[in-house]
């Protein structure tokens, strides 16, 4: 079956560029949604269809989906940004929905 | 602007069935997918299965396909998932997503419910 395969974390200053990859086999024939995830909260939509943000998220923000790796980069970080991170995709082959194991963000 | 409400915390012993409840409002109920996503506490996300009301089709993650029932009331605009044969290993925050269908097949989940927890304990 298809697998997801993320980092368990991401350690960045504030100010710089993250980079959390989701890898899968020729992902980039997939679209691919990434979702946000604070302690105590539900999972927010952050990118989908690979680089598309939906209303209110900011433009820092995006995504790229290329070969066996997709990327969420998140540009000048804030303290904010310290989340769990998870891709998605929707596997058409055994018709269920999969996430990755999920990317710590610790912003330092 | 959708908004997804679930149902209260649910305590339950070994064996017994759960069934977890989410009212969709604000939007249009039938052409999109209603999934089930779980997390046990300290780890990622889950997904158990979905139903897509206008279908009436309804799709399981092989994990679960054996114990769980996903069923949409389009009248009510709500959306159940029952778990059976409850364990210990399913104590955890379950979650009600409402999300974009492309044809049959499932898309993004921009709405989720604020969660359920539900702790199996004898």
């Known amino acids: 079956s298809y697998v997801l395969t993320q980092s368990p974390s991401v350690s960045v200053a504030p100010g710089e560029t993250a980079r959390i990859s989701c890898n899968g086999n020729n992902i980039g024939s997939k679209s691919v949604h990434w979702y946000q995830q604070k302690p105590g909260q539900a999972p927010v939509l952050v990118v989908y269809d690979d680089n598309v943000r939906p209303s209110g998220i900011p433009e820092r923000l995006s995504g790229s989906n290329y070969g066996d790796t997709a990327t969420l980069i998140i540009s000048r970080v804030e303290a904010g940004d310290e989340a769990d991170y998870f891709c998605q995709v929707w596997d058409t082959t055994g018709d269920c929905m999969l996430f990755g194991g999920g990317t710590k963000l610790t912003v330092l | 602007q959708v908004q997804v409400v679930q149902s209260g915390a649910e305590v339950k012993t070994p064996g017994s069935s759960v069934q977890v409840s989410c009212k969709i409002s604000?939007?249009?109920?039938?052409?999109?997918?209603i999934s089930w996503v779980r997390q046990v506490p300290g780890q990622g996300l889950e997904w158990m299965g979905g139903?897509?009301?206008?279908?009436?089709?309804?799709n399981y993650a092989q994990k679960f396909q054996d114990r769980v029932t996903i069923i949409a009331d389009k009248s009510t605009r709500t959306a159940n998932m029952k778990l059976s044969g409850l364990k210990s290993e399913d104590t955890a925050m379950y979650f009600c997503a409402h999300g974009e269908i492309n044809g049959y097949d499932y898309t993004w989940c921009p709405y989720w419910g604020q969660g359920t927890m539900v702790t199996v304990s004898s």
């Open positions: 604000g939007d249009t109920f039938n052409t999109y997918a």
């Open positions: 139903i897509i009301p206008v279908y009436g089709v309804t």
